[in-house]
């Protein structure tokens, strides 16, 4: 167990639909991190945040958007999905901004499926 | 991009030892990152590596040339539970990009 919980575990929808996935990081953690894994795909690095801050952005879609609220806690939100959004998407928090040699923790990632 | 480069799938026999290579771009390099992770599961931590060298922890070991962008991971003794995807990621450190990009991972099958 990371100390990282992502709910819900899994998730049913129908394309154009849109879903919230929650991600609480371990205490003390500071920056949450989302990534988003299809089958073909490695691990893909969508959004970072700091300390309630935007800190680092990677191949995030538009329909895509997240914040990090003052208690720390992540909320990654997907909208008008398309059947390509089904994937497994998974949080991670680390204690820093991500520039030193603290690794990442994993959540146990929600698994998203578009019908 | 990075240009993060593993091999797909590798096999090894239990009791073995099995070296996954992992090579990148050296621009803007600072630090190497592996990861397990098993089916399903999320990946978990395994090594760190900013300086070269080899660095040793139990049965695995990682191994980084900064200059030649290249890191391998060796895993000795090897168990059936050893059979995972192990994901190289290193970091790139300048402005607008990302923290950490992982490699598409390596699949290492563990046959008796």
């Keep these: ?31 949450v991190y989302w990534y988003q894994q299809s089958l073909d795909q490695g691990l893909q690095f969508l959004i970072q945040y700091y300390n309630g801050e935007e800190r680092a952005k ?52 929600t698994r998203l499926t578009v019908t | 991009g990075q240009n993060i480069d593993q091999p797909t799938e590798m096999t090894a026999t239990e009791g073995a030892i099995v070296q996954i290579n992992c090579t990148y771009q ?19 931590f395994l090594s760190y590596n900013v300086l070269d060298g080899l660095e ?14 290249y890191s391998y991971l060796l895993l000795k003794e090897l168990q059936m539970k050893d059979s995972a995807s192990y994901l190289c990621a290193p970091r790139f450190l300048y402005s607008g990009n990302t923290p950490l990009v992982f490699g598409k991972g390596t699949r290492l099958s563990v046959i008796a």
Excluded: M
């Excluded at chain 1, 639909?17 to 371990?26: A, D, N």
């Excluded at chain 1, 997240?66 to 909320?75: I, K, N, T, V």
């Excluded at chain 1, 994937?87 to 680390?94: H, K, P, V």
């Excluded at chain 2, 922890?57 to 040339?65: A, E, H, T």
């Design chain 1, 1 to 31: 167990d990371s100390g990282v919980t992502q709910t819900p575990k899994h998730l049913i929808t129908a394309t154009g639909q849109r879903v919230t996935l929650r991600c609480s990081p371990r205490s003390g953690d500071l920056s």
């Design chain 1, 58 to 109: 990677g191949n995030i879609l538009e329909r895509f958007s997240a914040q990090q609220f003052p208690d720390l806690h992540s909320e990654l939100n997907l909208s008008s999905l398309e059947l390509g959004d089904s994937a497994l998407y998974f949080c991670a928090s680390s204690v820093d901004s991500g520039e030193s040699s603290y690794e990442q923790y994993f959540g146990p990632g």
């Design chain 2, 26 to 44: 050296t621009s803007g390099f600072n630090g190497l990152f592996w990861y397990q992770q098993h089916a399903g599961e999320a990946p978990t």
């Design chain 2, 56 to 69: 040793e922890k139990g049965r695995f070991s990682s191994f980084l040339s900064r200059s030649k962008g």
